[in-house]
């Protein structure tokens, strides 16, 4: 099976699992639940095909223990994840930027853990980058563990075997099966409209916040202020 590159071959989710199999999938689902070094990996893309690979017997593995250990690999890299972030606390948040860590992948996901709290581990491996970060910024807020384990099995069981279950229903049929490159292409599309969605929110609030200021200086009768005000927004 030829599939789309949607990036460097390496990326590519037919080329990692003809290369490296079932073991490679693990590394890499492990990788992206909770190493720093894993947030670009394509992991929703990566157990979709994996799951329609395995209902078409190019993987020669039965879908129950695929399934069972890739639920095991990401509760396992968020263990991993949040013990890093224990360990390493406060500290995260003054590491500089580099070509693989970007600080306001941290930010990103601090703000997604403040705001949805412990069910922030569900929702979070379902949106790229932020669910590498999410059990990190768990550990360092020094989450309950038994919450955070509870959370994590849940969500780990949702998406790990959920994404790779969807593969495999959708791998038996026929248009799907012609039309593979289309259906990654959209996988990884929807992996991002909630990062799209956030973006949005952040931005209008931070316009209504700007238009707010400017009201209140002219409401005050501060006319000076107003004017920077006015010249910030713009």
Known sequence: MNTLALGP?????????GTFGLIGVLAIVFAE???LIGFFLPGDSLL??????????????????VCALVVLAAVLGDQAGYLFGRKV???L?????????????????????EKYGPKSLILARFVPIVRT??????????????????FNVIGGSLWGAGVTLLGAALGNIEFVH?????????????????????YLRARGKAKKAEAAVVEQAVAEGAPGDG????????
């Open 9 to 17: 071959q390496w990326l590519d989710p037919d080329f990692l699992i």
């Open 33 to 35: 639940s909770g190493l």
């Open 48 to 65: 979709f095909t994996t799951g329609l690979l395995v209902t078409t017997h190019k993987m020669d593995k039965p879908l129950w223990l």
């Open 89 to 91: 606390g406060p500290s």
């Open 93 to 113: 948040f003054k590491r500089p930027d580099s070509k693989l860590f970007k600080q306001e992948n941290v930010e990103k996901a601090h703000e997604f853990f």
């Open 133 to 150: 970060f999410t059990p990190i910024i768990a550990g360092v807020s020094r989450m309950n563990y038994r919450s955070f384990l509870t």
């Open 178 to 198: 012609k039309n593979i490159e289309a259906m990654l292409v959209l996988i990884v599309l929807l992996s991002v409209v909630p990062i799209g969605v956030e």
């Open 227 to 234: 004017r920077r005000a006015r010249h910030a927004k713009r």
